[in-house]
């Protein structure tokens, strides 16, 4: 079955810092979607992207699409300790998204 | 709108009991999917419902199954209980399988 890697899986930055998680697969990727769970919380959808070489903000966060559609990554700028969680994206795979193993931010003030 | 609602939040059973959990969906959602989330297995799928049908299954044995009802709740069902199934079960509901979906807060079953 389709797999979707994300590296690192683990990062632990200092606060102002920036921070990138990828996301990879050895088959085409469909539909990307990138959600973030705090520690004790479930998964918040963030985003979603469909083209190839797309880009998406939202305020300190950068999403990309690759122009082969092979990977994508999550960029945030200037960590702050609100950023702390776990980073997942999901593809779709026939009829219902895969999920990758995710990235655990820590984030020190 | 009131989000995705699980319950109970917290279950504690022992080995070989059953259990069930329950989800009720974002109104107007008609898809409904279970995850279980454990520290070292990450997000891994177990069905998704959609109208009633069970159109996707994930790779669980068959003791963990589930169906939905027609106001499009949902309850997941695992029999004969095992240490390993201790887990954070996770319920999403969406408009369609791989749209964006919306998670619940989970019930966190521990198996003593």
């Known amino acids: 079955g389709q797999q979707v890697m994300q590296i690192p899986q683990y990062q632990h930055v200092q606060e102002g810092e920036d921070f990138t998680t990828y996301c990879n697969s050895s088959?085409?990727?469909?539909?990307i979607q990138w959600y973030k769970q705090r520690p004790g919380g479930h998964p918040v959808f963030l985003i979603q992207?469909?083209?190839?070489?797309e880009v998406k903000k939202q305020k300190r966060l950068t999403f990309q699409f690759g122009e082969a559609k092979k990977n994508s990554s999550l960029h945030i700028t200037a960590t702050q300790t609100t950023d702390v969680g776990t980073y997942f994206c999901?593809?779709?795979?026939?009829?219902?998204?895969?999920f990758g193993a995710g990235t655990i931010l820590r984030v020190k003030s | 709108k009131a989000g995705v609602t699980q319950t109970p939040r917290y279950l504690i059973k022992t080995r070989g009991q059953q259990v069930t959990l329950s989800c009720s969906p974002i109104?107007?959602?008609?898809?409904v999917s279970w995850y279980q989330q454990t520290p070292g297995q990450g997000l891994q799928f177990l069905f998704e419902?959609?109208?009633?049908?069970?159109?996707n299954k994930g790779n669980f044995p068959g003791r963990f199954s589930g169906r939905q009802f027609s106001n499009s709740r949902s309850e997941m069902n695992v029999s004969t209980l095992e240490l390993g199934d201790s887990a954070l079960y996770l319920c999403?509901?969406?408009?369609?399988?791989?749209?964006?979906?919306?998670f619940g807060d989970g019930t966190r079953l521990s198996i003593l």
């Open positions: 999403a509901s969406s408009l369609d399988p791989v749209a964006p979906q919306h």
């Open positions: 088959t085409t990727l469909s539909n």
């Open positions: 992207l469909v083209k190839s070489g």
């Open positions: 999901a593809d779709k795979y026939g009829n219902k998204l895969v």
């Open positions: 109104s107007g959602h008609r898809s």
């Open positions: 419902y959609f109208s009633e049908t069970q159109r």
